[in-house]
């Protein structure tokens, strides 16, 4: 069912080459929304990618994208304008996914490695929290959100749980949260829907960049209701439901999208 076919809607994905952000840029669009990515991918990788998101307009829409740092506001300012350009005269950004990992793995006290520094906390918490408010107020302000605009946000358990060597992203994820609830509030009038989805642990490779991710990924199925992990496919179909007129009434919540994994 191609159930955003021929409305001219976009979704514009902030980190959408690989993990959760590249499993909801294919479900939006199985289900005929145009996609939008912005994403960071070595040379080495790129034809891969590339050939994901030549896959992806076999689908019958259009795919932009923006091999850039989403991160630095020079390169976001020329994202936008490019689709300013592009999407005239009726396209729309029905969709803002933030999917962004950039951040800081390091212990906060150590006698053999690097530990966490002012300015790893500054990178982490701006890349992976303020970056999300940065490219909304954006977009909003060169007029490309639809008039029923959603802005989805994936957010971990580790917000409120501590995990050694991520205390630098659990405070990303935190502020993401927290800004999440802010937006919900504050972008209401202008007919924008802010939520963030808690996945659970997923085997990603983000995931499997933090130190003692073995550990976590068999603790967390062991305690799963279902005895498996969450995929990025999980968590995709829960973004495409938010996305969906049904989902109008849903805004400023935190969704946990793990089968129950955070019960026990």
């Given at each position: ?21 590249l ?24 034809p ?38 592009s ?85 990303a ?24 989805l ?16 073995d ?50």
């Open positions: 069912m191609n159930e955003f076919q021929g409305k001219n809607y976009w979704a514009l994905i902030l980190g959408g080459s690989s993990g959760l952000g499993a909801t840029a294919k479900k939006l669009a199985h289900h005929g929304m145009n996609i939008s990515i912005v994403h960071r991918t070595r040379k080495a990788d790129l891969e990618v590339e050939q994901v998101f030549r896959a992806m307009e076999n689908e019958g829409i259009q795919v932009k994208s923006f091999n850039i740092d989403a991160t630095n506001a020079e390169k976001r300012q020329y994202v936008i304008s490019d689709l300013q350009e999407l005239q005269p009726a396209g729309r950004i029905r969709t803002l996914v933030h999917s962004i990992a950039k951040g800081n793995l390091k212990p906060m006290v150590s006698d053999s490695q690097a530990t966490l520094q002012h300015d790893d906390f500054q990178l982490t918490i701006g890349a992976m929290a303020i970056s999300l408010y940065d490219w909304a107020k954006d977009v909003l302000n060169a007029s490309l959100f639809a008039a029923d605009a959603r802005i989805i946000s994936f957010t971990s358990e580790g917000s409120i749980r501590a995990w050694r060597n991520y205390a630098a992203v659990s405070a994820k935190a502020t993401l949260e927290s800004l999440s609830r802010s937006m919900a509030l504050e972008l209401a009038p202008f007919g924008i829907r802010t939520n963030c808690m996945a659970g642990v997923t085997d990603t490779a983000s995931m499997r960049l933090i130190p003692g991710s550990t976590l990924l068999k603790h967390s199925q062991q305690r799963n209701p279902f005895s498996r992990l969450t995929t990025p496919n999980d968590v995709a179909n829960v973004a495409y439901l938010l996305c969906k007129d049904e989902a109008a009434w849903i805004n400023g919540a935190v969704i946990p999208v793990n089968g129950g994994e955070h019960l026990q």
